[in-house]
């Protein structure tokens, strides 16, 4: 936002760069409580309307709580991916990760959801932490097809005719299915009374990142 104040002392071309450089993306924060400790995990998501697909959460490598979580026999493992990590380009690495021995709480289904460490997150971008919704995103689809991980559809073509096995994860927007009391509605409308839900029960909030 503050790009604008230096619309009349540079470049258009310069502020172009920069402008795509930072980036920024709009969505919502939202906490999962920790099974038997007092933290939450907070993920960002531009998509909450899929939040109900989620089936895991994953953790940076870096991230504050991914040493406490894991099994002790994990600790080296942990090390050699956030030293792989620095030394190459993220978007080289292919995705590679493991389970902890955590579950944390989906606070809009309830469900319990397994939470892992991969290398493909990072401290970087959000808040480090994403809750995984394969059905719905082709780098979660990936990564959970490797480990066995459930796929889970919650958004539908408007036209209908989703497959009951999903070959690919389809990312356009649609309806809502399987999501509860938002299952019906068009994504769009999910998205923002899923938003105004979790904030008005103190565990999400709107979020630019």
């Known amino acids: 936002n503050d790009m604008a104040q230096l619309e009349e002392g540079w470049p258009e071309r310069v502020l172009t760069m920069q402008r795509n450089w930072i980036g920024r993306s709009e969505g919502a924060e939202v906490d999962f409580a920790i099974e038997g400790r007092t933290e939450k995990i907070r993920v960002f998501t531009t998509r909450v309307d899929t939040i109900f697909g989620a089936t895991c959460l994953i953790l940076a490598p870096e991230h504050p709580l991914a040493k406490e979580l ?60 994403i809750m995984a919704v394969p059905a719905h995103d082709e780098r979660d689809f990936e990564f959970c097809t490797k480990y066995g991980i459930a796929i889970r559809a919650v958004v539908a073509p408007a036209s209908g005719g989703l497959p009951e096995t999903l070959s690919e994860a389809f990312t356009e927007y649609g309806v809502s299915i399987n999501s509860g009391e938002f299952s019906g509605l068009p994504t769009a409308e999910a998205r923002r009374k899923m938003a105004t839900f979790a904030e008005a029960r103190g565990f999400g909030k709107a979020a630019i990142t």
Not at 80 to 95: C, F, H, S, V, Y
């Open 70 to 129: 894991i099994r002790p026999e994990d600790q080296s493992r942990l090390k050699a991916m956030i030293d792989d990590q620095g030394r190459k380009d993220p978007g080289t690495l292919e995705k590679d990760g493991f389970a902890t021995a955590a579950y944390a709480t989906n606070p809009f289904s309830g469900e319990r959801t397994p939470i892992w460490i991969g290398n493909f997150v990072l401290m970087g971008y959000g808040t480090g932490a």
